[in-house]
């Protein structure tokens, strides 16, 4: 794992989603700077496209989505926020969203696998994260991601990385 900028990860999964976002005239708000991570770079933004294209995904025909996204600093690790205004999830199904091929709607309404959160869940776990959702229905969803901190190297005098005179 490695130091990873989540400004430039929210980017490139933006970058990704551009033609979604175009079509469906998605208007997403960043508050940057975003802070440091300590993850797998691909990894997350994998992670975050798959979050933010459900945002767009699951909204009532008609609305225009919309989506905030802005991370926490939390005691040991930072929290990524993606707040949508979609369909919501109810509560007795917010555990199940994130296993492999589970899908609350029909694939003719709501298309897709059922693997994307799966996927969110596993990669964020593997890079000693955490993944999970509030919502209610009809109200939109706020899925949250935490990764480790960057920890700042020490000023210690004994650093092996502090280069020492033999004279």
Request: net charge negative; glycine share 8%; charged share 20%.
């Amino acid at each position: 794992m490695q130091k990873v900028d989540l400004t430039h990860v929210v980017e490139e999964a933006l970058k990704q989603l551009s033609t979604q976002l175009q079509e469906q005239l998605a208007q997403v708000t960043v508050a940057k700077p975003l802070p440091l991570v300590m993850a797998h770079r691909s990894t997350l933004v994998q992670v975050v496209t798959n979050i933010l294209s459900n945002a767009m995904k699951f909204v009532q025909p008609g609305i225009q989505p919309k989506v905030e996204i802005y991370a926490e600093e939390q005691q040991d690790s930072i929290q990524l926020s993606i707040v949508d205004n979609g369909i919501g999830i109810a509560p007795e199904h917010q555990e199940r969203i994130f296993r492999v091929f589970e899908r609350l709607h029909g694939v003719e309404i709501y298309p897709g696998t059922g693997i994307g959160l799966a996927i969110v869940r596993k990669g964020l776990e593997r890079m000693g994260g955490r993944a999970g959702v509030e919502s209610q229905l009809s109200t939109g969803s706020r899925f949250w991601i935490a990764l480790p901190k960057v920890v700042p190297y020490s000023n210690d005098t004994n650093d092996a990385s502090t280069p020492h005179s033999d004279n």
